[in-house]
């Protein structure tokens, strides 16, 4: 699984050209396309094209986050419009969402609840420099899966484990440290969710086509959220790629 993570980025001109790029870069001839590709545009953009069209319906289509309510929420995307508009997925609990815009726990909980059994929910879950450096990773993360407990989880539910220091950084774990990380979420959603889901993990964080295949050969990483480098059509196709070559081995 790889998805596509845009954030407050393009324009209908780039979307044209990150297409065109993306297709002359990606191997259609050894893809298996069994593998799940996302691509979270800025909801603005959800309808801009035909995803009917074969330089398009390669991708399953998600947002950034979605609200938890509909209504009186000037704003607000709810998960009856992502339904209306044929979403596949959602990212939500994202560490800038988390920072910039104040959300806690509860909040992304309700967000969870309201997307479970409908729409495919991606949660982002990390620790910053300081609780990394201080070795309380795994406390960070035990405390932002606590949203899971209780929960029966649809299949589709899918984390991706972010560290803040890592996103847009150029700096990334170890993979064997990944691993590891990884390993340690799956337990903790299997141990606390009500149907013992063992969940995909998606490693995130300054991911690009020159340390994609380090982590993908891990067992335990189900494939990554990639932000600044899915900017770039050919960049984003060539992980693709990697990830298609590497998972079939």
Not at 152 to 178: H, M, R
Request: charged share 25%; proline share 2%; with cysteine.
């Amino acid at each position: 699984m790889i998805i596509a993570n845009w954030k407050c980025n393009g324009s209908t001109e780039m979307i044209l050209s990150w297409f065109e790029a993306y297709n002359i870069e990606f191997d259609f001839e050894n893809y298996d396309f069994d593998i799940f590709i996302g691509l979270a545009l800025p909801s603005i953009y959800l309808n801009y094209f035909d995803r009917e069209d074969s330089q398009f319906n390669f991708a399953e289509w998600g947002v950034q986050d979605v609200d938890h309510a509909d209504g009186a929420r000037t704003g607000a995307i709810s998960v009856d419009m992502l339904i209306d508009m044929e979403c596949d997925f959602s990212i939500i609990g994202h560490s800038e969402r988390r920072q910039i815009f104040n959300e806690d726990n509860d909040l992304i909980k309700e967000k969870l609840k309201s997307l479970n059994n409908r729409i495919m929910p991606v949660l982002c879950i990390g620790e910053t420099k300081e609780e990394n450096d201080k070795g309380i990773t795994k406390d960070i993360l035990k405390n932002q899966l606590e949203i899971v407990n209780g929960l029966e989880l649809d299949e589709s539910f899918t984390i991706a484990y972010e560290p803040v220091w890592a996103i847009g950084s150029g700096l990334t774990p170890e993979p064997k440290d990944i691993n590891e990380i990884h390993k340690y979420i799956k337990d903790v959603v299997q141990s606390n969710s009500a149907n013992n889901l063992i969940p995909s993990v998606l490693y995130g964080g300054s991911v690009t086509d020159n340390n994609a295949e380090s982590f993908f050969k891990e067992e335990f990483v189900d494939g990554a959220l990639v932000g600044g480098a899915s900017l770039d059509g050919t960049t984003f196709a060539k992980i693709v790629n990697i990830f298609n070559s590497t998972k079939k081995t």
